[in-house]
């Protein structure tokens, strides 16, 4: 009997010691730590239309999923401009002032939604058109096509010589020399004189 009692009051211990066991083992999430939220969304940005140089409310259409969340607006450049929907809005919201550009066209929009795990973004076309609802192609303007024109290839001119006309040299003709005969001296030979105290040679009728 005793034995009995004792594993009784063995197996009941062992039940206690199991429930307190499963019931230390689960640990509630403390306070304030964030749990895993979806990502925002966005669903739409409207309007996407508009005439040009006309200035409007341009809103995005999210689901923040519990996120708090920062805008950021930008357009491509030459794109129209955008405001924020206050002057003392510190930074842009879910609404800007969007102005469209003067020349009908498509532009990209783009809006992101920053949270503090990432960001999110969507860009939609912004058709601006002429005013009345032109279409935002204008038809006076002439679509550019190009055209595969082969290459011409043209000979170049052959170079022509062109000799240059040398006038005749001078012909050098030598003087001519006039050969003039040498002057004769006239000059006459006085006659020798015979001394006056020569001898007289006797002649033959002296004798």
Not at 147 to 160: F, N
């Amino acid at each position: 009997m005793f034995h009995k009692q004792k594993s009784l009051s063995c197996y009941s211990a062992f039940i206690i010691l199991l429930f307190l066991m499963l019931g230390c083992g689960t640990v509630p999430s403390p306070l304030g730590t964030p749990t895993s939220l979806p990502l925002p969304v966005i669903r739409s940005v409207s309007p996407t239309q508009m005439e040009v140089g006309s200035t409007t409310n341009v809103m995005v259409d999210k689901r923040s999923n519990g996120h708090r969340l920062q805008y950021e607006w930008q357009t491509e450049p030459n794109g129209g401009e955008i405001k924020r929907l206050n002057s003392d809005e510190q930074a842009p919201g879910p609404m800007v002032r969007y102005h469209a550009p003067d020349t009908p066209g498509n532009y990209q929009l783009t809006v992101k939604l920053i949270y503090e795990g990432g960001s999110v973004e969507e860009t939609v076309v912004m058709q601006v058109v002429g005013s009345g609802g032109v279409s935002s192609t204008p038809t006076n303007e002439p679509v550019a096509t190009f055209t595969s024109v082969p290459a011409t290839v043209v000979p170049s001119p052959t170079p022509t010589l062109i000799l240059a006309t040398i006038p005749p040299l001078a012909t050098l003709v030598p003087p001519t020399l006039t050969l003039r005969p040498r002057p004769t001296s006239t000059s006459t030979i006085p006659p020798k004189s015979v001394p006056t105290n020569s001898r007289a040679v006797p002649t033959t009728t002296d004798i």
